[in-house]
């Protein structure tokens, strides 16, 4: 069954450096999205992309994050300088267009440390 | 702006009983679905049941299902038959219909343990 991969599943970084977190999201989804989670909490939605381009962000996704899909199969989030409270869990999760795919489907994750 | 509310942070049941998860949400919309996500220890969100508010006929997938009543608001999760691998945090989740983006709004989430 494909699933929504993403790298690394632990990243650990200095206050002030940039990050970048990688996802492959199913391969006939055309609607990727990011959420993060901070250890107790619930999940908050960051942002979502179809099309080459940011259809939906939360006031979250400052202009310290960016996306991006610089190929046909990846979808990257950048954190260009992260800080003590973006420690979080970062989730991938693609759907499909229209009425074939309402469900987002998630990968494994990405914890992020910043020391 | 969408809102879910899960009432019950624990919940605990015994093996092979059932118990129900609450969940409630506001929403002017009337085009829209909701989900329950488990998340176990690896923190993995994976699927476990969808609803769209258009059906009347409640889902159901194996030993889940869900009792989604739309004038109340209200969408709970039962588990029948509960096993040890139920355990984990359990996730409301509500997006709208079909919009450019339709995030997804999720609950502050319900950690069921599952007792032997």
């Known amino acids: 069954e494909p699933e929504v991969t993403q790298t690394p599943s632990h990243q650990v970084t200095q206050m002030g450096q940039e990050v970048i977190l990688r996802c492959v999201p199913i391969s006939n989804h055309l609607y990727f999205y990011w959420y993060r989670q901070i250890l107790g909490q619930k999940v908050e939605f960051l942002v979502s992309?179809?099309?080459?381009?940011?259809?939906?962000k939360s006031e979250i996704f400052d202009d310290q994050f960016s996306v991006e899909r610089p190929d046909g199969s990846n979808f990257t989030l950048k954190i260009r300088s992260t800080k003590l409270e973006d420690s979080a869990m970062y989730f991938c999760?693609?759907?499909?267009?229209?009425?074939?795919?309402?469900?987002?489907?998630f990968g494994p994750g990405t914890r992020l440390t910043v020391l | 702006a969408q809102t879910v509310t899960q009432s019950q942070p624990e919940m605990s049941v015994q093996e092979a009983e059932t118990v129900t998860l609450s969940c409630t949400y506001d929403?002017?919309?009337?085009?829209?679905?909701l989900f329950w996500y488990k998340q176990p220890p690896s923190r993995q969100m994976i699927l476990v049941i969808r609803?769209?508010?258009?059906?009347?006929q409640n889902a159901t997938e194996n030993r889940f299902s869900v009792n989604f009543q739309k004038a109340a608001k209200s969408f709970s999760l039962k588990i029948s038959d509960s096993q040890l691998g139920d355990a984990a945090m359990y996730f409301c989740a509500y997006r709208r219909g079909e919009t450019s983006g339709s995030r997804l709004t999720f609950g502050e989430g319900t950690q069921l343990t599952v007792n032997p």
């Open positions: 999760a693609s759907r499909q267009a229209g009425g074939l795919g309402p469900t987002q489907y």
């Open positions: 929403t002017s919309e009337s085009d829209y679905y």
């Open positions: 992309f179809y099309n080459n381009e940011i259809s939906e």
């Open positions: 609803q769209e508010a258009y059906k009347q």
